[in-house]
């Protein structure tokens, strides 16, 4: 009786670890299946921000998008890779700063590419920047 | 044959012009506070920045909420409580660096200008290395900022989880502006 006592409660300890160790640790969200709030074509969205920067700051900021565009260029610069992406405004883009579990996607992809890039939008400084950003896979591919 | 000259004066202006400008678009900025109950440490590597070579200028925007901390907490309270991003959503900085030199291949130089952090601007030098590179340059430093100086109120309570004197490191790449 007493053992078994002993063994629930090294139970509710190893799972009361887990949980704190869930809750705490340093990985970053992962919204590869989460529904996003926007919608938008890089267009729209660098055209948003043109017109009215706090509006669209309103709008957007820390909210999960989904992006459609064409890639510009890919880079790699201090341990994460991003992903820009083209956009009529000459100057402009939109800079998406990939989840690190995204890095395997990249070999498949090239200039010019098609892609929907998911992530939470931070604002607008020349480019508009995205950070812990998802390829969608099965619409990239198709 | 006025109009021609004019043309010249002005596409020679511009010409010029972009090619003294030097473009870090993806320029990294971390700071560092450490205190003797928790160390707090955040990146931001989608940092901005336009180098002038010929006017040896130099301009720096941030987006606060751009920066990526450890915990969720720390970010929450980092722009909702002390930066208050949803009104001051970027930090900026201008400044000239001092008998900058072009060509040379390895310099340190001061870097005297204005910061702009929670609304609140201050003048600084900072002490950078500038290493020219085959396209462009890369301008990298430290830079201590002491909390109090831009009006960021810390509660009582956590007075002692955050340094008074916060460290700043910064790293850009720059490549002709296109």
Do not use: W
Request: hydrophobic share 40%; proline share 2%; charged share 25%.
């Amino acid at each position: 009786m007493i053992f078994k006592k002993k063994i629930l409660y090294l139970f509710i300890l190893i799972l009361s670890i887990g949980v704190f160790v869930l809750i705490f640790s340093n990985k970053e969200k992962n919204y590869a299946n989460t529904k996003p709030s926007f919608v938008v074509n890089s267009n729209e969205l660098i055209n948003a921000y043109i017109q009215d920067e706090e509006k669209a700051n309103a709008l957007y900021t820390d909210k999960l998008i989904e992006i459609s565009g064409t890639i510009k260029k890919i880079n790699y610069l201090n341990q994460k890779s991003s992903i820009i992406l083209n956009s009529d405004f000459n100057d402009s883009g939109i800079i998406c700063e990939l989840n690190n579990s995204e890095s395997s996607k990249l070999s498949k992809l090239s200039k010019n590419r098609k892609v929907i890039v998911k992530g939470i939008c931070k604002g607008f400084l020349k480019d508009v920047v995205l950070l812990n950003c998802y390829l969608d896979t099965i619409k990239t591919y198709e | 044959m006025n109009k021609l000259y004019i043309y010249l004066l002005f596409s020679s202006l511009f010409v010029n012009d972009t090619d003294n400008q030097f473009i870090a678009r993806q320029g990294q900025i971390s700071f560092f506070s450490y205190t003797s109950v928790e160390n707090i440490e955040a990146k931001n590597n989608q940092v901005l920045s336009i180098l002038d070579v010929e006017k040896n200028e130099i301009a720096i925007s941030m987006l606060m909420r751009a920066f990526t901390f450890k915990k969720d907490l720390m970010y929450e309270h980092f722009n909702e409580s002390y930066i208050e991003s949803d009104v001051f959503p970027k930090a900026t900085f201008k400044g000239k660096i001092i008998e900058f030199e072009k060509n040379k291949k390895s310099q340190i130089k001061i870097i005297k200008g204005e910061i702009t952090i929670h609304g609140i601007s201050k003048e600084i030098d900072i002490k950078t290395t500038i290493d020219k590179t085959k396209n462009g340059y890369i301008i990298e430093g430290e830079v201590d900022l002491v909390v109090k100086d831009f009006n960021i109120k810390i509660p009582p309570i956590l007075s002692k989880n955050i340094a008074k004197v916060v460290s700043v490191k910064f790293n850009f790449q720059y490549y002709p502006y296109e």
